[in-house]
């Protein structure tokens, strides 16, 4: 029976690439979304990959909606936890809220969601956790006092849950993108871009296809023994 993968935020960007990437490898996909049932729909149609919708940052959310495709598709193997908002503003202009939104979605949506998958990898002895950070988690970002924090909170989060997770053949990685030409990249200034691009040393965006590549590496029986690590995907413009 082919393994199961969820991964969150999965209907466009980095996660349809990532959806799409596990399923040519073999896997069952199911793509968790919090946008209108429309556009899940319209994917779905497209990619032939059941589209769930819930809020990863609303834990009994989550966990509901672990346990329905748990009960629908078969027991969650894979987990890739990729959901992600933006509410940029300096400190001085953003409000509670905007600070509290973002660690809910980003940083709570990725417990909460473990919180839904790990125990059954734990007794089936086999399973994947992929967290997708940032550059801006890594190296901070004018602006994101609450988008890095978030993001440099999952890095963490990641190297603590794979030491619970170790001795139950249960990885838990993450992979720091750069700034890769999905739509959110795209809402950038021109001008502001231009200044980006010309700090990545290989002189161009990554894909998104490029991050979902090295997802499945790691949600595969080939990444066994790799563990609590983080993967900076980010054409050179930070290094570490």
């Keep these: 029976m082919a393994r199961v993968a969820i991964v969150t935020g999965g209907t466009r960007g980095i ?14 996909v ?17 990619t032939g990959i059941a589209a769930y919708k819930w809020d990863v940052g609303d834990h009994q959310a989550a966990l509901d909606g672990c346990q329905r495709v748990a009960n629908d ?3 969650i193997d894979v987990l890739v936890n990729n959901a992600g908002i933006t509410r940029d503003g300096t400190l001085l202009r953003m409000s ?18 473990a919180k839904g998958c790990f125990p059954g990898m734990k007794d089936r002895q086999w399973g994947r956790i992929v967290n997708i950070g940032s550059i801006n988690g890594q190296a901070g970002q004018y602006g994101q006092a609450n988008y890095a924090a978030s993001k440099s909170g999952i890095h963490g989060f990641t190297k603590a849950l794979a030491q619970e997770g170790a001795r139950f053949n249960v990885t838990v990685n993450a992979i720091a993108p750069g700034y890769i030409d999905t739509e959110m990249v795209a809402a950038v200034p021109e001008n502001v871009l231009e200044k980006i691009i010309a700090r990545i040393p290989v002189g161009r965006l990554g894909h998104a296809e ?23 995907i980010n054409g050179g413009q930070h290094m570490y």
Excluded: H, Q
């Design 210 to 232: 490029e991050i979902a590549r090295a997802v499945a590496f790691l949600a595969s029986d080939g990444a066994g023994f790799i563990t609590g690590s983080t993967m900076s």
């Design 96 to 113: 509670f809220e905007d600070w509290y939104d973002v660690l809910r979605i980003n940083l709570g949506g990725c417990f909460n969601m």
């Design 73 to 75: 598709v078969g027991p």
């Design 30 to 46: 199911v793509a968790n979304s919090a946008k209108k049932e429309e556009k899940a729909l319209a994917f779905s149609e497209e």
């Design 15 to 28: 996660g349809r690439a990532i959806c799409e990437a596990l399923k040519s490898d073999g896997l069952t």
